[in-house]
């Protein structure tokens, strides 16, 4: 039994430059969630997919923010145009609708905006 | 919009004696989902344990135990016989299902630093 893995675990870019992170969920799971966490702060929702359906946005992802999950098996999170203020660790998690909410994470994306 | 509340943001317990983890949350919806994450130090989040909104049983997982009062919107974590591997960041999290099948993201509180002391 795999768990929710991400890739790359660390990312260090300049501002100004494009990054993309990896998502697998569980393989069974239907649902797919990307949370940002900064320092001294609990996890905030980004988005989230049903399969391959973006079903809904937070407002903090903003237009430099994309997501995809083709295919309803791994997901992507793009980042354009890179502002300091983006560093944080980017997590993903997964769930099964028949779980009722229990979400399960991966060990997080950290990002550093020079 | 539904908010949930830690208001220790850190707590110290000597080794095998019970500590108390506070939770508050506000929301408006009757179908909601309550937990308790742990997020050990440069390690990644897991779950320590749900509470279903409907059900009055408060739940229970080894050493670990809630108290969950609905109509005060209060969830707080016990956790007996604390151990050295307890020391982690503890955050209590949020969940409705909205109608029509969709699902919400979880809001989380800032979460509390839990110190273990041998």
């Known amino acids: 039994d795999t768990g929710v893995s991400q890739d790359p675990r660390h990312k260090i870019t300049k501002r100004g430059q494009n990054v993309t992170f990896r998502c697998d969920p569980i393989s069974e799971h239907n649902r797919l969630y990307w949370y940002r966490q900064t320092l001294g702060q609990g996890p905030e929702f980004l988005t989230y997919f049903q399969n391959e359906a973006q079903l809904e946005k937070s407002r903090l992802l903003s237009d430099r923010f994309s997501a995809e999950r083709p295919k309803g098996s791994f997901s992507t999170l793009e980042i354009q145009r890179t502002e300091q203020g983006d560093s944080a660790m980017y997590l993903c998690?997964?769930?099964?609708?028949?779980?009722?909410?229990?979400?399960?994470f991966g060990p997080g994306t950290r990002l550093l905006v020079l | 919009a539904q908010t949930v509340t830690q208001s220790q943001p850190e707590m110290s317990v000597q080794e095998a004696e019970t500590v108390t983890l506070s939770c508050t949350y506000d929301t408006s919806e009757s179908d909601y989902y309550l937990f308790w994450y742990k997020q050990p130090p440069s390690r990644q989040m897991i779950l320590v344990i749900r509470q279903e909104a409907y059900k009055q049983q408060n739940a229970t997982e080894n050493r670990f135990s809630v108290n969950f009062q609905k109509a005060a919107k209060s969830f707080s974590l016990k956790i007996s016989d604390s151990q050295l591997g307890d020391a982690a960041m503890y955050f209590c999290a949020y969940t409705g299902e909205k109608s029509g099948g969709g699902a919400d993201g979880l809001t989380f509180g800032k979460g509390t630093h839990l110190i273990i002391q041998p």
């Open positions: 998690a997964s769930s099964l609708r028949g779980l009722a909410g229990t979400q399960y």
